[in-house]
């Protein structure tokens, strides 16, 4: 399995900061991590609110731990509240299912990591998420969607 470079992280941040001041989003913070959620790179605009990393870093976990954007995490909170409330408490309450969280894949369609994009609304959130991740050369959930199994996970069911 190949791992996210450091100069990855750093594209998919700069793509995601330009392309928010470019549609005057509210000031950002990004976050990359490996697959195993931990920390490659972070950045906070001017004026982004408290917690914010600890909301970005959430969403990456979300988007790792279930294997989907951290959008259709918030989905399945919803279906199954329950369930999800389970899975917060069993993570130590660092899944935070909100959208704006999305795996990032290699050319081939294995997981090398995920960004959480936080400081906008929900789907502004995403949308600069998945631009990141393309931006960088990269592939979303969503680009992979048609190379079958992948890592126990049917991409098709994302």
């Known amino acids: 399995m190949t791992a996210i470079t450091l100069d990855q992280a750093n594209r998919i941040i700069s793509a995601i900061l ?11 913070s990004v976050i990359v ?48 509240p329950i369930f999800m409330q389970y899975l917060i408490a069993a993570s130590g309450e660092q899944l935070f299912p909100e959208g704006g969280g999305m795996q990032i894949r290699d050319k081939d369609g294995e997981v090398i990591g995920a960004v959480g994009v936080t400081g906008d609304t929900e789907d502004r959130d995403e949308e600069l998420a998945a631009h990141g991740i393309r931006a960088a050369g990269l592939k979303t959930d969503e680009d992979c969607k048609d190379l079958g199994r992948r890592g126990g996970i049917r991409l098709q069911d994302k």
């Open 18 to 28: 330009k392309r928010g001041a470019k549609l005057n989003c509210r000031p950002l």
């Open 33 to 80: 991590v490996e697959a195993g959620c931990k920390v490659k790179a972070f950045q906070k605009e001017d004026g982004s609110s408290m917690i914010r990393f600890e909301m970005a870093l959430g969403k990456c976990y979300a988007a790792l731990a279930l294997g989907r954007s951290s959008k259709l995490v918030k989905v399945r909170a919803e279906e199954k």
